[in-house]
């Protein structure tokens, strides 16, 4: 099999399996972190992950919590396992379904998981100092801040 042929068929594999994969990871990310979520696809592994942000430690030094699940692709296009992963603590699933999907990510989101640093920020999103509680959002939020501060 070509190079490009692979790559296609890996491709092609994420789009299909995309949405049920991803859909699991958020729900189970929601329930074992809350908060705000971001999200991330490489379809040419194809890999799908999920971070939550904890803080900015400093102006290079945003702190996340992340979780993501690799398919294994056969050259056909067929999944044949899935590896999910906390980035200290790896399980092979090759139970297919959802449920075993869901169980396997149970698990992994049930260990601790390491805090990841990276220079700049993942996404858009929010920023407050690490270690303190996330602010509340919203301009009801701000303006209650701002007469505080006046």
């Known amino acids: ?45 194809p890999a799908w992950r999920v971070h939550h942000y904890l803080g900015s430690a400093g102006p290079r030094d945003h702190r996340y919590l992340e979780v993501s699940v690799t398919a294994t692709i056969d050259p056909e296009g067929r ?37 990841r640093s990276y220079s700049e920020p993942l996404g858009g999103h929010r920023r407050w100092r690490y270690g303190e509680p996330e602010p509340p959002a919203g301009l009801g939020a701000r303006l209650r801040r701002l007469l505080r501060l006046g």
Do not use: C, K
């Open 1 to 45: 099999m070509r190079t490009a042929e692979w790559r296609a068929a890996r491709r092609a594999a994420a789009a299909r399996y995309g949405p049920s994969i991803q859909a699991e990871l958020l729900e189970a990310a929601q329930r074992a972190w809350g908060g705000q979520m971001l999200t991330s696809v490489d379809p040419d592994l």
């Open 79 to 115: 999944l044949v396992a899935y590896q999910v992963d906390n980035g200290a603590e790896f399980l092979a699933l090759h139970d297919l379904s959802d449920s075993g999907l869901r169980r396997g990510l149970r698990h992994v989101f049930a260990l601790e998981a390491p805090e």
